[in-house]
């Protein structure tokens, strides 16, 4: 898992030193409207409460799921709150919580 993380960083980090700054903030979607599009789910990474401060130190810590998605050469990643994810809430599915680049 540490694995995935430390890969997660880096894809991040290599796109935001590659992409100029007007371009850096990503569209939000929702996952159900990149899924219709035909995104594929690729990888899918729970973080637990220690894992979440050490990458994002100054967020509020919950579980979270995060999911990235991939269409061709064009990449997606959407978090949820674990219970979200667990209880398939719609709502959730629905709502823009998706970037994509």
């Known amino acids: 898992m540490r694995a995935a993380i430390a890969l997660a960083m880096v894809i991040s980090a290599a796109t935001a ?3 100029p700054a ?9 996952l159900a409207s990149l899924l219709g599009a035909g995104y594929q789910i690729v ?4 973080l637990t409460d220690e894992e979440q401060k050490a990458i994002w130190p100054n967020d509020a810590a919950a579980p979270f799921i995060l999911v990235t ?4 050469s064009s990449l997606a990643t959407c978090s949820f709150n674990t219970s979200d994810w667990v209880n398939l809430d719609a709502a959730a599915f629905s709502s823009n919580r998706c970037h994509q680049r």
Not at 22 to 30: I, K, L
Not at 43 to 46: F, K, N, P, Q
């Open 69 to 72: 998605l991939q269409k061709g």
């Open 22 to 30: 007007a371009a850096q903030t990503a569209p939000s979607v929702s």
């Open 17 to 19: 030193t590659a992409t």
């Open 43 to 46: 990888h899918i990474l729970d």
